[in-house]
Structures are given as structure tokens and as C-alpha cells.
């Protein structure tokens, strides 16, 4: 099947950095999102991005929605503590079923 | 995860019985999506339902599990005869229409004895 081939797998910063990770795909999507996951609890969708190009801000948090629709990437500035976790880029397929990344695991000491 | 109730959050069962695990949408959301995660993996699709119907099943295995969601009532996901390899953490999300952004529950953990 389709795959999201998420990086870097894991990253361990100082709080105050600025992350950034991607996430790239063999297929073209309509749609990238991403999602933080907590220890024990489900995914939460920080941003979704539905045009080629689209540059799309959270907070702290921003996306991009690759030009060729086959990749995206998140940054994170000014990382803090909470930030930790696990972060997950998906996609729609046929607008239906999620496909997701396996995931970059982000620590930060501060 | 405000919105999407998955319940139990941790459920035990012993090799051969059978697994029940629920969800409740969000308020105005008709469309309910199953998700497997595995230690350190991403979420794996099951099912997708609509009130009452299965729209898509692709992912889920063929034996042993099955899938409802009822015109009144949370959407069920079964399991009989359940394997150690069914230990995982099992996802809900739901959804107000078929191009919106899936909201998840905080998932039920089977552990598998």
C-alpha cells in the first residue's frame, strides 16, 4: 500500500530551538495533515493543509504543502517542554481512510 | 480530545474471549473511522461507517473482528475469539462529512492474556 516516509525519526533538542521534520510520499494527496500524539492518549490534528503551496500557522507551529503535493513539512520555533511527543503527518486516500507516517518522536530538555 | 468518548480506556481479556470497544463521535458527526496502533508505529485503518452503514472495510481482518455503528447508540468495534496479536491501542475518530479533518478519541488499550 501507500506509504508516508516520515524524518527524522526522532530528535532531541534544548528547549528554545527551532524543529523542523518532513514528510514525503511516492503518490500525490489533496490533503497533508499533521497530528501530535501525548504518552496514553490520542492524536491531536494541529494543522490541516488542503492546496499545493499552502503555507498554514498555528501558534508557534507552521506547515507547508509541498508545490509537487507529494511532501510536507512542520516547523516548530521557540521549542518549550510541552512540546514533546510524538508528531504525525497523514493524508486522506479516496477522502476516506488516513494514512499515516510512523511518526517523529521530538524530546526536549531544557 | 474534546468530543470523541472511547470507552474502556484499558480492557483485559484472556485468549478465546471476545473484546468490545466503543465510541461515540463528536456532537454532529455522523461518520466513524477505526484506527490499530501497534507500539511505535503509526495508526493503521480498519473500518470507516456511516450511520448504519460500512462504508469501507479494507482494513480490517476478515475473521474475528467486525464493526457497527447503530442509528442510536456508540459505533462498536468486536473482536471474538481474541489473540495475543490483538494487543494494541484501538482509535476512534469521527468526522461531520467525508472531506473533513478526523478528530480522535484517546483510545482503548487491549491487552491480550
Known amino acids: 500500500g501507500q506509504q508516508l516516509n516520515q524524518s527524522p525519526q526522532s530528535m532531541f533538542i534544548q528547549e528554545g530551538e527551532d524543529v523542523s521534520m518532513n514528510c514525503t510520499s511516492s503518490?500525490?494527496?489533496?490533503?497533508w495533515l499533521w497530528y501530535k500524539q501525548d504518552p496514553g492518549e490520542g492524536p491531536v490534528l494541529l494543522i490541516a493543509?488542503?492546496?499545493?503551496?499552502e503555507l498554514t500557522s498555528n501558534g508557534r507551529l507552521t506547515a507547508q504543502f509541498g508545490i509537487t503535493r507529494k511532501d510536507s513539512f512542520l516547523n516548530i520555533s521557540a521549542s518549550i517542554p510541552s512540546d514533546v511527543g510524538i508528531y504525525f503527518c497523514a493524508t486522506n486516500q479516496a477522502g476516506t481512510a488516513l494514512i499515516f507516517g510512523k511518526g517523529t518522536t521530538l524530546s526536549v530538555s531544557s | 480530545n474534546a468530543g470523541v468518548m472511547q470507552n474502556p480506556r484499558h480492557l483485559v481479556r484472556r485468549r478465546g474471549q471476545e473484546a468490545r470497544l466503543r465510541c461515540s463521535p463528536m456532537k454532529g458527526h455522523s461518520h466513524v473511522y477505526w484506527y490499530r496502533q501497534l507500539p511505535e508505529e503509526g495508526l493503521k485503518f480498519m473500518v470507516y461507517?456511516?450511520?448504519?452503514?460500512?462504508?469501507?472495510e479494507s482494513g480490517m481482518p476478515k475473521e474475528r473482528f467486525s464493526a457497527e455503528f447503530p442509528k442510536e447508540g456508540p459505533s462498536i468495534l468486536r473482536i471474538q475469539q481474541v489473540v495475543r496479536g490483538d494487543s494494541a491501542a484501538y482509535f476512534c475518530a469521527s468526522s461531520p462529512g467525508v472531506e473533513s479533518a478526523q478528530h480522535f478519541g484517546d483510545g482503548t488499550r487491549l491487552s491480550i492474556l
Open positions: 503518490s500525490i494527496f489533496n490533503t
Open positions: 461507517l456511516q450511520k448504519e452503514n460500512i462504508i469501507d
Open positions: 493543509l488542503y492546496k499545493a503551496g
